[in-house]
């Protein structure tokens, strides 16, 4: 194939303004055209590349390739093991979104450490497609539709105007090298499904122009939701009356909205409201209130009435220090010397610890990810989490346990169960008895 014949590929980047950019760097076709173009053009840049540990053999083999690339271009390369698996098991979430958390997270860490301008990824016109496709099945407005955005905080995908066809077609005339996935060819996951079985037949049925239609339908499409967003604003300015406790809304401008649903969503949605909610409200009774979050709106004779609800800050951490007796907040602990391991019989939760295995000041806190005990009457450890969900706490209740804790470690499920390695012995010299007071 002639290089020359072949179109230079749409990269709206310019210079840096810091450190360079930072390039998502796969090995894939796509981020290694990218990664062509950066050096190309003369653009300071750095890849990172994740290996999510998911294909064995293969994902140490696209970690040895983008190495080998960068140190044979120059380019500083970072690249990191991610437990993609046991994170998805942990936080209960699918393969995919466990590593699209891990990797964003570990792109910010890179960018706040090393003040890169912005992160690039190589997401294309049909990525873009799929993710229309794919929104347009969850009953999502235009925002939605809208897909990827080119730009977003600190990432930019310089190559989404680009096909697929026309990168594979760049990088086959540059002779350029890269990996395959093959995970890209099954098709578990929706996306994989359209991209290799519906994309396809729906460019056959549209060739040569689908994807220019395509891209043109999502340029008007932004247009549309751009527009909206200005009307809205702009009604706001008009009709958000701000006083001193909060925001005056007449009803009748508000009731003129057509259609009425619609206008509610764009004015209410980013407080928290559903406009079906706040619909409701306006044909009550004066008096009537419905609470977000972080938001109270009141109907009140002829407005609506949007208030901040105050938030009353807690200390995260209650401190308990060596010597004290009595504990009020956040829950009444009885604290004092005890002679004997034996557990008072009582109506009252009650332990006995050794007060050497102690570091002071003990904390008393609620529960965060991570948190184990060994319990009492148990083998082995178990994740606070785990505790919760075998003994069916429900999420109020699990808003509500307070822990006992020292040096980080979890001491007591404060009235419920105590970890075994605290324990008085018998021959313990330091007992201390501690009292849940209902």
């Known amino acids: 194939m002639n290089k020359a014949a072949v179109p230079i590929l749409n990269l709206p980047l310019t210079k840096p303004n810091?450190?360079?950019?930072?390039?998502?760097l796969s090995g894939g076709v796509d981020s290694m055209v990218l990664a062509h173009l950066l050096k190309k053009n003369d653009i300071t840049f750095a890849v990172a590349h994740c290996n999510f540990q998911l294909r064995g053999p293969a994902s140490d083999q696209d970690a040895a390739f983008v190495r080998q690339w960068a140190a044979k271009n120059d380019v500083p390369c970072f690249q990191i093991h991610l437990a993609t698996i046991a994170h998805a098991?942990?936080?209960?979430?699918?393969?995919?979104?466990?590593?699209?958390?891990?990797?964003?997270?570990?792109?910010?860490?890179?960018?706040?450490?090393?003040?890169?301008?912005?992160v690039l990824t190589a997401h294309h016109l049909d990525d873009q497609l799929e993710t229309y496709l794919m929104h347009t099945f969850r009953a999502t407005g235009i925002k939605g539709l809208l897909g990827i955005p080119e730009k977003n905080k600190m990432y930019f995908r310089p190559l989404l105007q680009n096909s697929k066809a026309s990168i594979l077609n760049y990088a086959q005339s540059q002779d350029l090298l890269w990996r395959e996935d093959a995970s890209n060819k099954a098709n578990y996951y929706l996306r994989n499904q359209l991209r290799n079985q519906v994309i396809p037949?729906?460019?056959?049925?549209?060739?040569?122009?689908?994807?220019?239609?395509?891209?043109?339908?999502?340029?008007?499409?932004?247009?549309?939701?751009a527009f909206i967003d200005h009307f809205f604003k702009a009604w706001q300015q008009k009709h958000f009356c701000i006083e001193q406790q909060g925001v005056?809304?007449?009803?009748?401008?508000?009731?003129?909205l057509a259609p009425l649903e619609f206008g509610l969503h764009q004015l209410f949605g980013p407080y928290g409201f559903s406009a079906k909610e706040v619909n409701k409200l306006m044909g009550t009774t004066s008096g009537k209130s419905i609470f977000s979050e972080r938001y109270q709106l009141l109907r009140e004779r002829d407005h609506l009435f949007l208030s901040a609800i105050k938030q009353t800050v807690?200390?995260?951490?209650?401190?308990?220090?060596?010597?004290?007796?009595?504990?009020?907040?956040?829950?009444?602990?009885?604290?004092?010397p005890s002679p004997s391991t034996e557990v008072p019989k009582?109506?009252?939760?009650?332990?006995?610890?050794?007060?050497?295995?102690?570091?002071?000041?003990?904390?008393?806190?609620?529960?965060?990810?991570?948190?184990?005990?060994?319990?009492?009457?148990?083998?082995?450890?178990?994740?606070?989490?785990?505790?919760?969900?075998?003994?069916?706490?429900?999420?109020?209740?699990?808003?509500?346990?307070?822990?006992?804790?020292?040096?980080?470690?979890?001491?007591?499920?404060?009235?419920?169960?105590?970890?075994?390695?605290?324990?008085?012995?018998?021959?313990?010299?330091?007992?201390?008895?501690?009292?849940?007071?209902?």
């Open 18 to 24: 810091k450190n360079g950019y930072l390039l998502a």
């Open 89 to 118: 098991n942990y936080t209960k979430v699918s393969i995919q979104m466990a590593a699209r958390a891990l990797r964003y997270k570990w792109f910010d860490d890179l960018c706040a450490l090393y003040n890169f301008d912005c």
């Open 201 to 225: 037949e729906l460019l056959k049925a549209t060739t040569p122009h689908g994807l220019d239609a395509f891209a043109r339908t999502i340029g008007h499409l932004s247009d549309t939701h």
């Open 248 to 256: 005056k809304i007449d009803l009748m401008p508000l009731q003129a």
């Open 314 to 336: 807690e200390p995260h951490v209650f401190l308990i220090e060596k010597n004290a007796n009595l504990i009020s907040k956040p829950v009444r602990l009885s604290i004092h």
């Open 346 to 438: 009582s109506a009252n939760p009650t332990v006995v610890l050794d007060e050497a295995l102690l570091t002071y000041p003990l904390e008393i806190r609620k529960w965060q990810k991570g948190d184990f005990i060994y319990p009492t009457g148990m083998k082995g450890r178990k994740l606070i989490s785990k505790y919760f969900k075998d003994e069916k706490y429900t999420t109020l209740a699990k808003e509500n346990q307070w822990l006992l804790v020292s040096n980080s470690q979890v001491v007591w499920i404060i009235g419920k169960r105590c970890d075994r390695r605290f324990i008085a012995k018998k021959k313990t010299k330091n007992k201390l008895l501690i009292t849940l007071l209902q």
